[in-house]
């Protein structure tokens, strides 16, 4: 419990919104405290705890407010809800300690095979599979190699999901036990407490095998990756899943909320939307409603995206207009001036 209380991580990437002396200050805490972290625990353990704390406040602690305001508060619910009162969670408090009771299990499922893949790996290797050292990684690295993270995922979370979990000639028994429980049981936008709701097979390749396996490969073949940047790419991925599935057609930003309605369509008619952005869907023609491109043009018309490039256009235009002129007036003055002193 001392290292969930004492993971530093959201200090870390939050400060840049303070001031430049408070920014440096908490730079400073949050080195220290990693340090003693790093000092003080296994690497092993902190991969653990630390993937167990963020699923913890990116998806359980949310999953069970969105569950209270749903239950508490259900004709406020029903209409920000895609699909209305048919995407509302169960009355039933048998039902809902149910999905909990899958849910939890499946989260400790995880973390019992993210643990045992994890040491396997580190006593084969000699060294653990995510660099854990006092030295900070670099942002740019960071940035690349989530990237390179997210992109994997965006592939395997596809394939496995269309081929496997939706292809019952492919998937078999697999491809079955994923359309008859969970999220899948019903015709209607999911909540967020689905999100671990599973077989415990289906659950592992839909959800663990695209977020560990691209940082295993990234590790081994590109580098060693660092443990913060894995926890990093891990938040970011369970924040997105647990607005996904929360079935709200009111999640903020138009990519964001293009998820979650992809998702709500996913869940009500499972014959697309398959990829956890929806850019392989658009690619292979398995996209419901509105794709990812209508998407992004209605975030650059939102932004007015085509008017700030036009206008950036035209002051890039007039700034070489007015340096042309510059050095037009400025050759005119030193040919006067030459034929004066002439």
Not at 114 to 134: D, H, N, V, Y
Not at 174 to 182: D, F, N, R, S, V
């Amino acid at each position: 419990m001392d290292v969930l209380l004492s993971l530093p991580i959201a200090s870390y990437f939050f400060t840049t919104s303070l001031t430049s002396w408070s920014t440096s200050l908490n730079l400073l805490f949050f080195y220290m405290t990693w340090s003693t972290l790093v000092l003080s625990h296994s690497p092993l353990k902190i991969e653990l705890l630390g993937t167990a704390a963020l699923h913890t406040v990116f998806w359980l602690i949310p999953s069970l407010l969105f569950l209270a305001f749903d239950t508490l508060l259900p004709s406020l619910a029903e209409s920000i809800k895609f699909g209305g009162a048919s995407a509302l969670p169960p009355r039933s408090a048998g039902s809902i300690a149910r999905l909990l009771s899958v849910s939890l299990f499946n989260l400790a499922l995880e973390l019992g095979v993210e643990a045992g893949a994890s040491l396997g790996l580190t006593t084969f290797l000699q060294k653990p599979i995510f660099r854990t050292s006092t030295t900070l990684p670099l942002p740019w690295q960071m940035i690349k190699h989530v990237a390179l993270l997210l992109a994997a995922r965006e592939v395997l979370t596809f394939y496995i999901h269309r081929h496997l979990l939706h292809d019952k000639p492919v998937g078999g028994r697999i491809a079955a036990q994923h359309k008859q429980c969970g999220a899948h049981a019903r015709r209607a936008a999911p909540f967020s407490l689905l999100l671990m709701a599973d077989n415990p097979i289906p659950f592992l390749l839909h959800r663990f095998v695209p977020l560990y396996l691209p940082a295993v490969a990234i590790s081994l073949y590109g580098g060693n990756l660092h443990i913060l940047t894995y926890l990093l790419f891990v938040g970011l991925c369970t924040l997105e899943e647990t607005l996904s599935m929360s079935g709200y057609s009111i999640v903020p930003g138009i990519i964001m909320g293009g998820i979650a309605r992809r998702t709500a369509l996913h869940y009500a008619q499972p014959a697309g939307n398959f990829g956890c952005w929806g850019i392989l869907d658009w690619v292979h023609g398995t996209s419901l409603g509105k794709d990812v491109m209508e998407d992004i043009h209605d975030e650059a018309e939102k932004h007015n995206v085509k008017g700030r490039s036009a206008k950036a256009a035209d002051d890039a235009g007039s700034m070489v207009q007015n340096g042309m002129n510059g050095l037009r007036r400025s050759a005119r003055s030193r040919a006067r001036r030459s034929k004066d002193n002439w």
